[in-house]
């Protein structure tokens, strides 16, 4: 792969190729057939042109993110950064004790350019953050009666790569997706490319055999003997799926009779569930409140006790419990209900049990899926699909290739790596002055404070949790806009705002785990 | 753009490149950080391969789709035809007088060869038809536990280009997406490389700004002074919000409290509804049974005196009407429902009004989308978001750059051309033999029988529509084995079965509409 020039951009904004010729292209007049003054023959668009469009736009795609995914250095402005700091400094929470401005501005530059840290003060950012305004005024998003020409448009898609967040770069940590997976990547180009619908063999032969083969080793993997299931577009929706068929269960009429009329429905997961829980329960008109949460124990998960005694007392108050939705692997503390204990309860009452897709965690491979134990599900519409969608994209392709390309065993390794550097960043974290874990994880999903050197003599009462539950959005104002990271953080449960660390991408190594917290100590060491 | 030079492939299997290696590199041992036996040092993946097997197929897709999207020639192997010829003669209905096979496939081959409605022998097929066992043969798709090298990788890749139906190639008229908007095609690419998931501004700023714009521009475009929306996977998808919103305004307490102990929630719809209606109503707790189909008339328009019939009854009988969904261009006849009227009924009797997506046909961005007049959708999640997802793609994205490509002016033009091309082929239509119009097309689907010549003398009673109705599938099968073309074809409300052709696609031109009806007489012509 050569790396290609910079794209050249005339002053006057005129394209030094010259392809600044409208996109549709006037038919031709040979011949012409006329109806109400449209002429017919000949293709209207350029497909020379928009060839060379798409090639182009490949190649600044190529450059711009996929090249630049795994690269976490690269020249940037540094006057322009320099200019940010003093900005940075007035947006410090009033309600801590500070270094002066000057103090704090200094000492991180200081820290930035000598190194301290091990980073470069030139490094390529997650994120060049703009305000709302501000980047509309950048972009110029409005819509008008004329199109643009193809240089114009490839400086749009410049620009908009530009402002996006990385989610493919090194120390993107934000959400439950991370780096790049160059062959999940590649199908997705070809899903995308094809432009396929998959709901017939006929008109989608190819992929509905890769998501037949997907779903068959997936089935295999987790032991059953069959089964079946479908991509979903995520996994709020997957969850919904999982409501409705334990609802048809319950009562196959509710689906032509609907649920007037009928005693109330109750479900049961844990108070730390996905928050698609209750808007399922919204949406299928199951009534929020009818989405009973099972206390927890300390780690998130569900006590079995509790879970039984709520079914009890709702059968005894003339409501209908028909489903209790586990979770293995919590979005927030990344804690497993005990399956075995609340399958026992489940088959005691008759409730179906739905498991919130244990290998979403597991593989990433940013496939959202849902498992059903029985075929029953083929009946429960009358045309006879699957999907509530009547478009669908092949969703398995994406997980299909990449695991073809790494095989089960590769699939293994990045989940064991991942678990690994997991348990490093633990035990970095208890090393370090400044930092403490909420807890032990039982997961990837580490949840830690950074207690900055003000607050660390202070005694652990209201004052002090008071203070640090404003560190952390703090911190993350600061790495925004130095973009050097993004972690996202919350509170939770009575615990002050706290960040979280699951470690998700293939790409990243030790090197970032360190990074992770010298950078956070970095930004919050004047507070 | 130079075309490639055909990939080669060693008789071995082996490629002849060299890039054999195993994907997953083997970390660093310099420095090692050892935990639970796994080095936490360096990145294990190779981004150098993985960037050049990202190149590699992105050649791929460019030579293999989308220069070929607008390409109907092509070398294909003229005895491979040959001999599959033979094959399609024993699937001809048996209800029906033949010629004998032998003068059949003569006659074929001769109108084929020598150009006698202008197509070539060689042509780039729309299809590749293999049946389903033979398939699964040809792709290998098993998952296994070891990976494959790259060469195989972009091997798997062609072979599943290759037998994928090309919904981008001119001759592809069998759903309602077809051709290649290159524009379109960019943004999408780039939103898989850049993997945004839109639900806030920190994570997702430019895409949540490109949503905002397209929708202003689309309300503006309407004509409202105000107004929300949402981009959706899809228009089933689409129509059970439409119906939530409805219920949430008939009553807002189902949300909390569901429907159960509610009145009989009642919709109406018209008989020619999309079918994810029904599906709505079962998935929202509502009943199939709840959905009222109000009757049509020949042109497939709700008659709105029957609908304020239905609504009085439905009343009279104590149920609780909320809803009525008109349709802007049905999915079979593209009809149009009386919304003036409509409306006046829906203001007498207090219920929603929702149209089922009239843009969606009007601009061929395979974009989805759904309108909604007010502001309460906000706040009918506790979460304050608008999707029942909570990872969303920017599906805007590929509807903005199309738009801003071509401006609202090129996209009328597009529209206009669609329809000019669609009266062009009634037209065609009403002057050939053996063509016969269902009925005058109020918009761009246009339904039609071809009669074959041992069905033209016929009178047309009970034995003549018994066999025509096997027409359509036999015609079918013989395009999908030959890979000319591709169009759909249903009974319909009592109609026996008739082709449905919609014109979508910017690519297509009035040599295609001629082909189109040209290939079905080729096809048919001995039935």
Chains 1, 2 share one sequence.
Request: contains cysteine; hydrophobic residues 40%.
């Amino acid at each position: 792969m050569s790396r290609l020039p910079d794209r050249e951009r005339a002053p006057d904004g005129n394209d030094s190729r010259g392809d600044t010729g409208p996109q549709e292209m006037v038919p031709s007049r040979k011949n012409m057939v006329l109806v109400d003054g449209v002429i017919l023959n000949g293709p209207t668009t350029d497909a020379k042109a928009g060839e060379r469009f798409v090639e182009d736009a490949c190649r600044l795609i190529m450059e711009e993110v996929v090249l630049k995914a795994t690269d976490i250095r690269e020249k940037v402005n540094v006057k322009a950064w320099d200019a940010k700091i003093p900005k940075l400094v007035p947006t410090l929470p009033p309600h801590l004790s500070f270094q002066t401005p000057i103090q704090f501005l200094l000492s991180w530059k200081a820290a930035s350019k000598c190194g301290e840290t091990g980073q470069d003060p030139e490094f390529h950012q997650v994120c060049e953050w703009r305000p709302p305004e501000e980047l509309k005024r950048l972009l110029d998003l409005e819509l008008r009666d004329a199109g643009e020409p193809h240089h114009r448009l490839l400086e749009r898609c410049q620009d908009i790569i530009r402002y996006s967040v990385k989610t493919n770069h090194p120390r993107f940590f934000n959400q439950l997706y991370a780096g790049l997976d160059y062959y999940s990547l590649v199908a997705r180009f070809m899903t995308e490319a094809l432009n396929p619908s998959v709901y017939t063999y006929e008109v989608s032969p190819v992929f509905l055999l890769v998501e037949e083969a997907v779903l068959k080793k997936m089935i295999e993997f987790i032991g059953w003997k069959e089964g079946d299931g479908i991509f979903n577009p995520g996994g709020s929706v997957s969850n919904m799926y999982a409501m409705n068929l334990a609802r048809y269960k319950y009562c196959p009429d509710i689906k032509e009779k609907g649920l007037s009329g009928l005693p109330r429905l109750i479900l049961f997961t844990s108070a730390e569930c996905h928050y698609s829980m209750k808007k399922s329960a919204s949406f299928l008109g199951i009534g929020t409140e009818n989405v009973c949460f099972v206390e927890t124990d300390g780690r998130g998960k569900m006590i079995p006790e509790e879970l039984e005694k709520r079914v009890q007392e709702a059968e005894k108050e003339g409501a209908a419990p028909f489903l209790v939705c586990a979770t293995s692997g919590t979005t927030v503390l990344g804690a497993f209900d005990p399956l075995d204990e609340i399958a026992d309860i489940c088959e005691r009452h008759g409730l179906w049990l739905h498991v919130d897709d244990l290998l979403k965690r597991c593989y990433s491979a940013n496939a959202s899926y849902l498992f059903q134990q029985d075929k029953f599900y083929d009946v429960s519409y009358d045309t006879g699909d699957k999907s509530i969608q009547c478009s669908r994209r092949p969703d398995a392709f994406k997980f299909w290739m990449a695991w073809k390309a790494l095989g089960t065993l590769g699939l293994e390794e990045r989940v064991n790596r991942a678990l690994a550097l997991s348990r490093y960043l633990v035990e970095e974290i208890k090393k370090r002055e400044g930092f403490k874990l909420l807890m032990e994880p039982e997961y990837a999903n580490i949840c830690f404070w950074y207690i900055p050197p003000s607050l660390r003599q202070m005694e652990e009462g209201p004052e002090f949790w008071a203070k640090l539950h404003l560190v952390a959005p703090a911190i993350k104002e600061r790495m925004m806009k130095k973009g050097s990271l993004m972690l996202g953080y919350q509170p939770h449960r009575g615990k002050v705002n706290f960040f979280r660390q699951v470690v998700i991408s293939p790409q990243v190594s030790r090197e970032d785990m360190d990074f992770l917290l010298d950078e956070i100590d970095l930004l919050g060491r004047d507070m």
